[in-house]
T-cell receptor, first 114, second 116 residues
Framework: QQPVQSPQAVILREGEDAVINCSSSKALYSVHWYRQKHGEAPVFLMILLKGGEQKGHEKISASFNEKKQQSSLYLTASQLSYSGTYFCGTGGGDRGSTLGRLYFGRGTQLTVWP | DVKVTQSSRYLVKRTGEKVFLECVQDMDHENMFWYRQDPGLGLRLIYFSYDVKMKEKGDIPEGYSVSREKKERFSLILESASTNQTSMYLC???????????????FGPGTRLTVL
């Protein structure tokens, strides 16, 4: 049930945009996005719930298409501080999800150069 | 301020030793999790607990056990450490399921365990 993230890695110049995708083979109720900077713990960015809502966090936004079981994270006008590994975590209708667990993808490593 | 602490940042153990990793949260959270993080494999769930004394296996429970005797503390136990358990171990916690079912997890700083 691990979601698939793409791409595995992205290299950007400051000010460029990026999109990170997360897709699942199972029906999803929620998608969570986290960012982990090198040597630090993952930090929560946002949650998207079933219903196609879109959310934003600074210049980072995301969409959730539950019919396609996909979510995308949009990083606009990237800054040096955006560098890190981005993880999506998904929750569905299985027992584990109803008890509170998430299934995390393998991560997308984003590097922003000046 | 929300806080999840782990007993050690770095730990070196010998093969066959019994290893205890401790995690404490001060947010009165019902749910606690232990993950293993290896390069290219993401965050893999070992075990989680949704209440005191309650535990559920995650995706890679083999070789591990857990204990949750108090709400704020969740321990991961490696019964007989092996070299393939060398990894970064992350603990996390979150509020239990209620009206807001799907809410964020707060992570600790991690313990980098090396088994020689």
């Amino acid at each position: 049930q691990q979601p698939v993230q793409s791409p595995q890695a992205v290299i950007l110049r400051e000010g460029e945009d990026a999109v990170i995708n997360c897709s699942s083979s199972k029906a999803l109720y929620s998608v969570h996005w986290y960012r982990q900077k090198h040597g630090e713990a993952p930090v929560f960015l946002m949650i998207l719930l079933k219903g196609g809502e879109q959310k934003g966090h600074e210049k980072i936004s995301a969409s959730f298409n539950e019919k396609k079981q996909q979510s995308s994270l949009y990083l606009t006008a990237s800054q040096l501080s955006y560098s890190g590994t981005y993880f999506c975590g998904t929750g569905g209708g299985d027992r584990g999800s109803t008890l509170g667990r998430l299934y995390f993808g393998r991560g997308t490593q984003l590097t922003v150069w000046p | 301020d929300v806080k999840v602490t782990q007993s050690s940042r770095y730990l070196v153990k010998r093969t066959g030793e019994k290893v205890f990793l401790e995690c404490v949260q001060d947010m009165d959270h019902e749910n606690m999790f232990w993950y293993r993080q290896d390069p290219g494999l993401g965050l893999r769930l070992i075990y989680f607990s949704y209440d005191v004394k309650m535990k559920e296996k995650g995706d890679i429970p083999e070789g591990y056990s857990v204990s949750r005797e108090k709400k704020e503390r969740f321990s991961l136990i490696l019964e007989s450490a092996s070299t393939n358990q060398t990894s970064m171990y992350l603990c996390a916690s979150r509020r239990g399921l209620g009206t807001r079912r799907f809410i964020e997890q707060f992570f600790g700083p991690g313990t980098r365990l090396t088994v020689l």
